[in-house]
């Protein structure tokens, strides 16, 4: 029978499908199978066509998975489907099903991505300590780092799992908290939570695509709609006088520049330091002249009709819940997982033996 690893977190957005593609490669480094699945949706297929949600089918191809290889989805948590539950229509006993997993074959080991919370999923009996339970799963928590308070988020999840608890990787830590990381690993390890990997915080990782910003905002592209794929790093606003942005566009790198539009003298110092993105406030149209400049260099220009203030929080959200969807983020996450995370210590701890490719 294959091992089961729940990948689960305190908080969605964490990096659990990041993590689960650099694992999975580390893993058939070692000649080990895998197979993956997500038993609890949290998201909707994007068409009435498809059948998988963005993440598992970006997962599933990435990873070239047969179709053996892919466990199913069970439910998706939406309003319709708690409403169900709450109503007494859906009386399904998810738990059941899901110890159907148990007599899937074929793979030495099967990381399934787990719930965003502790909590998500105990409506319906698929919340991370009941799914480890009926699996025999063992768990590894993927967490962001905040600050030195996410030792109290552990101590939680220890007292919640209990031995399922395998180990945890701390990721998205910035360089000059490395020092209090350091503390927070040694105090983990003391209480019988082994902290498998401290990842530094990557910029490319929590970047976001230009066509994720048009999403978010629902801007109009004056220009360069073919470039949407580009992928922002950093977020700058132009308020300054044109001299002052100079200097301070030439600090950015990969950036989206949000400034008015009718500020013709920030659009030109943007167009000439590293911005990808171009973000007109107001519904101003920029001059014919910075339109094609921006065409010139293959910089899209967004235009909404909205506020500098409101735009700034629209994008700060959208960093804040960045999907891996790009094959230049897989190999980040692979090298990062490769250098920085203890894969032996954590198959050891699941009983695999492996041998080196």
Same mark, same amino acid.
């Not at 729940?6 to 000649?31: D, E």
């Not at 899937?104 to 719930?115: H, I, K, Q, R």
């Given at each position: 029978?294959?091992?089961? #690893? %729940?990948?689960?977190?305190?908080?969605?957005?964490?990096?659990?499908?990041?993590?689960?593609?650099?694992?999975? @490669? @580390?893993? =058939?480094?070692?000649?080990?199978?895998?197979?993956?699945?997500?038993? #609890?949706?949290?998201?909707?297929?994007?068409?009435?066509?498809?059948?998988?949600?963005?993440?598992?089918? &970006?997962?599933?191809?990435?990873?070239?998975?047969?179709?053996?290889?892919?466990?199913?989805?069970?439910?998706?948590? +939406?309003?319709?489907?708690? !409403?169900?539950?709450?109503?007494?229509?859906?009386?399904?006993?998810?738990?059941?099903?899901?110890?159907?997993?148990?007599?899937?074959?074929?793979?030495?080991?099967?990381?399934?991505?787990?719930?965003?919370?502790?909590?998500?999923?105990?409506?319906?009996?698929?919340?991370?300590?009941?799914?480890?339970?009926?699996?025999?799963?063992?768990?590894?928590?993927?967490?962001?780092?905040?600050?030195?308070?996410?030792?109290?988020?552990?101590?939680?999840?220890?007292?919640? %799992?209990?031995?399922?608890?395998?180990?945890?990787?701390? +990721?998205?830590?910035?360089?000059?908290?490395?020092?209090?990381?350091?503390?927070?690993? +040694?105090?983990?390890?003391?209480? *019988?939570?082994?902290? #498998?990997?401290?990842?530094?915080?990557?910029?490319?990782?929590?970047? $976001?695509?230009?066509?994720?910003?048009?999403? @978010?905002?629902?801007?109009?592209?004056?220009? =360069?709609?073919?470039?949407?794929?580009?992928?922002?790093?950093?977020?700058?606003? !132009?308020?300054?006088?044109?001299?002052?942005?100079?200097?301070? &566009?030439?600090?950015?790198?990969?950036?989206?520049?949000?400034? *008015?539009?009718? =500020?013709?003298?920030?659009?030109?110092?943007?167009?000439?330091?590293?911005?990808?993105?171009?973000?007109?406030?107001?519904?101003?149209?920029?001059?014919?002249?910075?339109?094609?400049?921006?065409?010139?260099?293959?910089?899209?220009?967004?235009?909404?009709?909205?506020?500098?203030?409101?735009?700034?929080?629209?994008?700060?959200?959208?960093?804040?819940? $960045?999907?891996?969807?790009?094959?230049?983020?897989?190999?980040?996450?692979?090298? #990062?997982?490769?250098?920085? &995370?203890?894969?032996? =210590?954590?198959?050891?701890?699941?009983?695999?033996?492996? $041998?080196?490719?």
């Amino acid at each position: 029978m294959p091992k089961h #690893l %729940l990948i689960g977190s305190m908080a969605a957005y964490s990096g659990k499908s990041a993590t689960i593609l650099g694992l999975a @490669q @580390q893993f =058939r480094s070692r000649n080990l199978k895998i197979a993956y699945g997500k038993p #609890l949706g949290t998201c909707q297929p994007e068409a009435e066509t498809e059948e998988l949600e963005a993440d598992v089918w &970006f997962i599933r191809q990435t990873l070239d998975l047969a179709p053996a290889d892919l466990r199913p989805t069970l439910l998706t948590l +939406n309003d319709q489907t708690i !409403g169900d539950r709450l109503r007494g229509v859906d009386g399904a006993d998810y738990g059941q099903t899901l110890m159907e997993y148990q007599g899937l074959n074929g793979a030495d080991v099967v990381l399934l991505e787990g719930p965003g919370t502790l909590a998500e999923g105990r409506l319906f009996d698929l919340d991370l300590g009941q799914m480890a339970s009926v699996l025999d799963a063992q768990v590894l928590l993927v967490m962001r780092y905040e600050s030195s308070l996410i030792v109290e988020s552990l101590l939680l999840a220890q007292s919640e %799992l209990g031995d399922r608890l395998l180990g945890v990787l701390i +990721n998205d830590i910035p360089v000059d908290s490395a020092e209090m990381v350091a503390q927070v690993k +040694n105090f983990l390890e003391s209480r *019988g939570i082994p902290v #498998l990997g401290l990842l530094p915080r990557s910029q490319l990782l929590r970047s $976001v695509t230009v066509e994720e910003l048009v999403h @978010q905002l629902k801007a109009e592209v004056l220009c =360069r709609p073919d470039r949407l794929d580009l992928l922002v790093e950093e977020l700058t606003i !132009g308020a300054m006088n044109v001299s002052a942005a100079l200097k301070y &566009f030439r600090k950015g790198n990969n950036m989206a520049v949000i400034t *008015g539009g009718d =500020r013709t003298d920030i659009q030109w110092a943007a167009l000439e330091t590293s911005t990808h993105c171009l973000i007109l406030t107001g519904h101003l149209p920029p001059t014919p002249a910075v339109l094609s400049r921006a065409e010139e260099l293959e910089i899209p220009i967004l235009s909404v009709d909205l506020d500098t203030l409101t735009t700034v929080e629209i994008v700060d959200h959208a960093f804040g819940q $960045v999907r891996l969807h790009e094959a230049v983020k897989v190999n980040c996450i692979e090298q #990062l997982i490769a250098k920085h &995370f203890d894969c032996d =210590r954590l198959l050891d701890k699941l009983g695999l033996v492996t $041998v080196q490719a």
